[in-house]
């Protein structure tokens, strides 16, 4: 039997528990990234420079012309579909509103992007819905609301229109109202759902709050604002 | 020595073919036919625990409120009448004793915090080392994301996921499944408690005892099709996985009915319960009429009608797997 060594990133013994081990507090130290693995880390987006990097590179190494258009193409598909990106480069964190852009909210995690393929990372067991409806990609941020409601929102980024609504209306309205926000939406006291050309958001709130379902709608306006018509 | 003992086994065997055979000449076969009918298998104790006031009078679960619940429904499971006796029976100092709990629902929707640290109290009480026990499952930041402390330090209890250790390089098959396991089930866990949530799901129908087993391996994602059937039992049957896994305890404090298998607050209710057996097929079969039942008051279509409901389980009950059973003439729900 072997065990796992201390690695020294517990460093939180303050808070002990009767159980003998501290619970995390809100507070409470953050694991440090390096440990996570690469199967969990977020997907890489695209980034401008490594698209630039990789035609400069192409174009320096190619010696007869009529290849020079061939392996560029090749190679920035297979970059493009390795990092799951369809729609340019950074475009999904650019639908998250910033902090108090939305009145009371403010961002609490940088963006996570998984590509179709990874989509399982993130919602394993969830996501054949969303793959059999063309999801390309989905990004993730977490959010708080006057300091007191966590929230997270979900950006599903279709293939078109009719995988959003695919997706939308295989989910029951169980006593949601429906407000006018993008294509259509549902909106319940902890949650907020909606559709709007290819995309699909819904923000969940953790805490139950008699400002929660007001606040989700406010943030859902500040995304929809955000999302390419 | 050996040989000797091979030799007084033999002859026991023996006696016994000729003792059956003396009985059935003589006319004993009311006798063997008594016998078989006392040898029937016991049903399958399916226990669930409830407590109205679990939350007091915040939204979260109370710790001492969840640690009663945990006693009675253990004591009643093990018809024990000491909260440690449970515990006693089911470990023993010095063994490493792994928590599989659900953190990939995220937060909401994930085996509770206040529930694990009652399973680690009484571990402890019963004399498991605090560095003996190990609360994991997939993924590090998943465990850290819903509230779980994460911690290596081995002198209390640790948490940590399996990508800080990794997979085992040996591939393990059983039926349809060839899979690498973790090595926190492989080499820190003598023995296992699951510790699942009561979940909707879209693949699979439901969630609970057997499919949490999806995150010991390496590559679940292989496993949705076809309702994930029979690939969860086939899962449950790796050697490592059925020898390990003792006891059930499914966070039903809350459960849900649609959408899952991630947190949807809107199909998401306040069961306030637990489910507890040492069948993971009784207990699944047990959720899986909770959830339905949960369905009809909110007028949904039964799982069935939606062409999803849990094959896998009657599966897990078949002759090849005969991990538990899924008949209820023979599972006992006891509702304390």
Known sequence: ?229 | MNQERLTSRRGFLKKCVAGTAVLRATGGIPLLAALEQSAAPAKSKVVIARDAALRGSGATVESSRVLSLLDRAMQTCFDLDHPLDPWKKLVRPGQKVGIKVNALGGRGLSSDVQLVAAICQRLQEAGIRGGDIVIWDRGTDELDHVGYHVSTDGNRVRCFGTDMVGYEQQLVTYGSVGSQLSKILTRNCDLLINVPVLKDHDGAGITAALKNMYGVIHNPNKYHPDGCNPYVADVNMLPEVRTKTRLHICDATTACYEGGPGFKPEYSWKYNGLIVSEDPVALDYTGWQMIERKRAEKKLKTLEAEKRAPQYIATAADAQHRLGTDDPKRIAVVEV
């Open chain 1, 1 to 229: 039997m072997t065990s796992v060594e201390d690695d020294g990133v517990t460093g939180c013994g303050k808070s002990q528990s009767r159980a003998g081990f501290g619970w995390r507090r809100a507070s409470a130290l953050r694991i440090s990234s390096s440990l996570s693995s690469r199967a969990l880390a977020p997907e890489v987006p695209c980034h401008p420079k490594q698209h630039s990097v990789r035609s400069l590179t192409i174009r320096a190494r190619a010696r007869r012309p009529g290849i020079i258009p061939f392996c560029a193409t090749l190679l920035i598909a297979v970059a493009l579909a390795s990092t799951g990106c369809k729609r340019g480069p950074g475009t999904e964190a650019a639908f998250f509103p910033a902090s108090n852009e939305v009145e009371g909210w403010v961002t609490t995690s940088a963006t996570r992007t998984f590509a179709a393929v990874d989509l399982w990372k993130y919602i394993d067991g969830g996501a054949e819905k969303y793959l059999k409806a063309g999801v390309q990609s989905a990004s993730t941020a977490d959010y708080k609301f006057q300091n007191k409601i966590e929230a997270v929102a979900d950006i599903y980024s279709m293939a078109n229109a009719e995988g959003a609504r695919e997706v939308f209306d295989s989910e029951p309205a169980v006593d949601a109202k429906t407000p006018p926000l993008g294509d259509s939406a549902r909106l319940h006291s902890q949650s907020l759902v909606f559709r709007q050309g290819p995309y699909l958001v819904r923000l969940i709130a953790y805490e139950e709050d008699p400002q929660a379902q007001q606040a989700l709608l406010e943030l859902g306006h500040g995304i929809d604002k955000r999302l390419p018509r």
